[in-house]
Structures are given as structure tokens and as C-alpha cells.
């Protein structure tokens, strides 16, 4: 006869509201766990799927991910031209904040290399990659943003023509993506006052200074707009991805370039690292922590209720010890309901995690690997924190019947 | 013929708590024999130490002194135990007191066969033994209710049922008909009686009902811890007032 079942079954209420806690509870484990595990993914995601060889950034920086990265847009013809290369796109890449709707939309601003880089590689879930060198833009679901909708982002207004999921910043920002220079143009976008005022403190400079006297022809063209000044440089960009040819070795190819003076170059491998250890990892470690300590704090709780599940039972315990019940009748009485609590709280939490966390502002991903530790974790601190209860049921006395 | 050995033996009980200023003593020297098939009444003003004797006999309250034999077989020296004493408890044992005692979530079928089960009983064969039981009882038709559902009478009955469902070699009863009227008490005090004659078991039962006492083949009574001879005048206030 199983005394386990029957127990619950007359003290049903009580023991699905206790369980209906303690799986809100391992949710909550289960979630920390998630949102762990989408960190690390979020943060990788964009380096995977790009899936460039060597990153080429700044002399000295650690990459647009880590810090900010200005090299000139013309090393990308001059990568062209390294033996083993294959392609090299230029990539931008800013964070900006703008009202939309009334509301502060952030977003992670991300420049593909038009044409050769229209954003296929994207995973998209609507509409198309861009289309056009200018005015298109792919922006991720967390923005908000739906297909047609039309975004102004300095002097120009895009439209939204493809979706993406799970494209997500390390600062837990969405993606868009534009071509490199509506992505430069968002960037370095600078009202016409001021654009005036540059151009007539570069003449006002070209008067000044002895070129002016030199080269009068100079003093003309000072307040053209800058694009038509070879010697005014162009917007800069934040890193160069290169793939390198079939056959050639990207190890190869990346000594060859780290030679340059100008540039640092990382391997992809080198890039998910730096994410990994730089940006994410305090907050992997915080969310580890707690993790851990949630963990702890469910065997604690658990130990309380069923210590005091045991102590409710005193006199049924002593009247078991009192017909003479083996030791293993109580133990299994009160092992079956410590694992039965567990084992439900963490199918509940799972249901209850699968319906929840896609609510969830960042993406909380439930691996079989982490739910498969998770089971042992919850079996074993049900055995454990039943440990108390069973130590009170075995100092219980046949005589405490009659009290 | 050879004697054969009494149901249950005490020599010379004693049974001391506390200690120092606190020290009280229970019980002393308690020596009874209670044979096999025979039914024995204990009397005794509340404090006189008839639930110690009880508790010392069913093991489960150990004697400070004195020694305790339970169908020949030493079971008690002192305060230490010669034998298991829960599978002992187990096999030849039944209690039954003032209160039920069972299991509030098991049904009173449940809580029978449960004994039964403890004692190592096929669950199905305990099952029909604890039916037949609780139909002898006059209980049959509320054995699918749980305790809170029985009247407390009904739940003494079950409790009865379930003392009796190993058929143990001794019945220890604590003033089990408290809860019952007089018709009912007389009932369980005739089936203890019944028990004792037909199986051989040695039935002690602790009682304040004098109405039933020509039930019990012996009646002992107890006071101020001590065993002393049963007076029919003194103790029983019925029979003086007719
Ligand atoms: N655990 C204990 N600690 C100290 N003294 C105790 C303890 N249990 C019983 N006593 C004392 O032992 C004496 C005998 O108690 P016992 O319960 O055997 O009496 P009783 O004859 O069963 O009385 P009643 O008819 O009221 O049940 C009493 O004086 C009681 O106070
Ligand atoms: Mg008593």
C-alpha cells in the first residue's frame, strides 16, 4: 500500500499549491539558466553568422564589439589586392537611440557592404534581404518594427523590408541592418547649420593657413561639400570582414595583414572570445551566481516543507513505529513525496517556463543539456532536502501516539 | 500436564521518571502472570500507573527494573530490550486506546489491512482479512470512509479491528470502550474475551466501566503504582449502591 499517494491524495489542496510553489520556483532556476545560455548566444550569434575569417579593425582595438573601431573605408580595396583573400566587406556597426512612435527605440546600427553584401545571409523571417543601395533596411522583431513601416533616421526616411529573429546586440539591443553608407550616413548625420559652419571654418582655416596663399585654387573649393574634397577623408568604418580564398589558410592571410601598421587583425575564433570574456562574461557570471544560489535557496525550501510535511505527520509516523513499520515504510513515505514534489515542481516549470519565457525582453533558451542537469539537480536536492524530515521522523518515539 | 508458559510475565516491574526532587515513581515491583487464552481487567484511580504497566508490557515505554517475558520468551531486562523490538511489536502485539489512533488518510479498510501489510501480508489476502474483520466489527459498511467520516465509536471499533488483525499473542487495551455506551463497550469488551478464548491470546485490558467486569476471567487493580488485590466492595460503586 502506498502510503506516499494516499497521504497527498486526502491533503491534495495543500499539496498542489506546495507544489505549484516550488515549481514556480525551479521556473525560476530554469529561467536563470535560459537566460544564461541566450547571452552566450546572443553574443555569438552575429560573429556566427557572419561568418567572416578575419576581422580587421582598428590598430590596437579589440573590434567594434568591444570598444569603438575606426579604420578608413578604402582598406577594403586594399585587402582585396592581399593574396588568399577572397572578399572584403566592410562592416559598421553603432548603437543609436531615436524616437519612433513616440516611444525611444534602440538600436543596434549594422552596415552591410552594398552590393556585395545584401543581408542574405541574414535569418530572416519576413519579407526579403535589401534590395537597393539606399533607403532599405532589415530590422530584427525585438524593434517592433513591421514590414512597410518607415523609419526616419536623419535626413532620410527607410523602409522596413525584411525581418529578422534573434538578432540581438551584447547590450541586448535589436539589429538593423542598412548598406554601409545610409549606415554611415545615420551615423555621421549632421544638421545643415552645422554643416554650414564646417564649411566656412575650413575656409576661414584655408585664408589662415599658407596653402590658402599657395594654392588660391584651395580657397575656392573650402566650403564645397566635403565629398567633393579629395583631400577632406570620408566617414570611417568599424572593421573590414575578410573570408579568405578556398584553399588559402585564413591563418596565413591574417599574418599577412597583421603586418599592416595600421590595423589589428582578429580571427573570428578571437572575436567570439573577446565577446565572450569581455562584454558578456560579468554578466554571465552574476546570472551564474544567482543561479546558484536559487538553487540552494529551493533546498531550503523544500527541506522546510517537507520537515514540516514530516512534523504534521508525528503522531501517524509514531503509530506506524508503534504496529511495528519497518524504518524503510516511514522513509519511503517520506522520500516518494520529497521526489514526487520535486519531480512534478519541475514538470510544471517547464510548462509554465515554455508558455512564459518567450515574453521575456531577451531570449531565455532552455537547452535538453541544461534541462537534463537540471533533473539531477532537483532529484538530488529533493533526496537531500528531504534529509531533515526523515531525520525528525526517525527520533520520533511509538509512545508519542499517546500524547 | 505441563503448565504451559503464560501469555505475559512480569517480575518485580519498577518504573522511575525523573529524577532527584522530580523523581516519581510510576510503577513498582509489578509482578503478573496472564495466561494464554485469559482475559485480565487492571483497575485503578487515574495516576496509579496502569497505563506505565501497559506501555512497559507492549515494549514501547521500557521499565527501569524488572524483567518482562512475553509467551516464555524474555523480551525485557531492565531498561534494555532482548529482543527486536519493532518486529516483535509487529507480529505479536495489538494495542488498542483511549483513542482511535488511525491514520487520517487511510480509509478504516486501509487502515486494517495496513497492519496486516506491515506484517509482511499479501496485499490481497490482508485485504480480505481486514474486510472479514471490519464486518465482524459491525463496521463492514463504512470501511470505504476515512477516520474524520466515522463516529468516534465506529473509528474505536476500526482501531479494534486493526489491534486484532494479526491475530497477536497479546492484547493491550487502554481504557479502549471510553468513547463507546455501555452497549458497544460491552461489545469490544466480549469480543477481546472471544479473542483471548479462541486464539489463545492473553488480553490485558486497562478499564473504568465497571458494568462490564463479569466479562474478565481476573480482575487486577493498581494504586499508587502497586499491584494489590482486587476488592469487589471497595472497588466497584455499581454492586455497593444495589
Ligand atoms: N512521562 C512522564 N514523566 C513523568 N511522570 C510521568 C510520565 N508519565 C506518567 N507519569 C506519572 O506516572 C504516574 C502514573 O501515570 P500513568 O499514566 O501510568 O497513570 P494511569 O493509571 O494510566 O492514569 P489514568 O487513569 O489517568 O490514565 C502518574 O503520577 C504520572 O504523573
Ligand atoms: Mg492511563
Known sequence: MNLALRDIRHNLARFSLTTAGVGMLLMIVMGMGGIYRGLIEDAVLLVNKIDADIWVVQQGTRGPFAEISRIQRNLEDRLLTVPGVQSARAFVWHTVQRDHGGKPLRMVVNGLSWPQDKGEW????????????????????????????????????????????????QGGD????????DALAIQFDTSPES???????????????????????????????????????????????????????????????????????????????????????????????????????????????????????????????????????????????????????????????????????????ITDEDLFRLGIIVIAISVLSSALGVWKAMKIQPNEVLS | MTTPAPAIETRALTKIYGSGNTEVVAMRDVSLAIGKGQVVALLGPSGAGKSTLLTAIGLINPPTFGSISIGGLPVMEGDSALVDVRSF?????????QKANLIPFLTALENVQLALEINDEPP?????????????????????????MLSGGQQQRVAVARALANSPSIVLADEPTAALDS???????????????????????????HRALDVFDEILEMEDGALRQHDQNDADPDRRAS
Not at chain 1, 522583431?141 to 523609419?151: F, M, V
Not at chain 2, 511489536?89 to 486506546?97: A, N, P, T
Open chain 2, 89 to 97: 511489536r509487529r507480529r505479536y502485539i495489538g494495542y488498542v486506546f
Open chain 1, 195 to 365: 554643416v554650414r559652419l564646417e564649411r566656412s571654418a575650413r575656409k576661414m582655416r584655408a585664408v589662415r593657413d599658407d596653402i590658402g596663399k599657395v594654392q588660391p585654387a584651395l580657397l575656392d573649393k573650402a566650403d564645397l561639400p566635403a565629398h567633393r574634397l579629395p583631400a577632406v577623408s570620408r566617414p570611417m568604418i568599424s572593421a573590414v570582414l575578410v573570408k579568405a580564398a578556398p584553399g588559402a589558410d585564413p591563418a596565413g592571410v591574417a599574418e599577412l595583414i597583421s603586418g599592416w601598421q595600421d590595423v589589428s587583425v582578429h580571427s573570428s575564433d578571437e572575436q567570439r572570445e573577446l565577446l565572450l570574456k569581455g562584454t558578456v562574461d560579468r554578466a554571465r557570471r552574476q546570472i551564474g551566481l544567482f543561479t546558484a544560489l536559487l538553487v540552494i535557496i529551493s533546498a531550503i525550501i523544500m527541506a522546510l516543507i517537507l520537515y514540516t510535511l514530516t512534523l504534521d505527520k508525528t503522531r501517524d509516523i509514531a503509530m506506524l513505529k508503534l504496529m511495528g513499520a519497518r524504518n524503510s515504510v516511514i522513509l519511503a513515505l517520506i522520500l516518494q513525496q520529497a521526489v514526487l514534489l520535486g519531480g512534478l515542481g519541475y514538470v510544471l516549470a517547464y510548462f509554465l517556463g515554455q508558455w512564459i519565457f518567450p515574453y521575456f525582453p531577451r531570449r531565455v533558451i
Open chain 2, 124 to 148: 490481497r489476502k490482508a485485504r480480505r482479512r481486514a474486510m472479514e474483520l471490519l464486518e465482524y466489527l459491525g463496521v463492514g459498511d463504512r470501511m470505504k470512509n476515512l477516520p474524520h
Open chain 1, 122 to 169: 541574414l535569418p530572416l523571417v519576413a519579407g526579403r534581404p535589401l534590395g537597393a543601395a539606399h533607403y532599405e533596411m532589415v530590422a530584427d522583431k525585438l524593434l517592433g518594427l513591421q514590414l512597410g513601416d518607415s523609419l526616419t533616421l536623419g535626413k532620410d526616411v527607410y523602409s522596413v523590408v525584411g525581418l529578422t529573429q534573434g538578432m540581438i546586440g
Open chain 1, 174 to 181: 535589436g539589429l538593423a541592418f542598412f548598406t554601409v553608407s
Open chain 2, 183 to 209: 452497549v458497544r463497550g460491552r461489545q469490544v469488551m466480549e469480543l477481546f474475551r472471544k479473542v483471548a478464548h479462541d486464539q489463545g491470546a492473553g488480553v490485558l485490558v486497562v478499564t473504568h466501566d
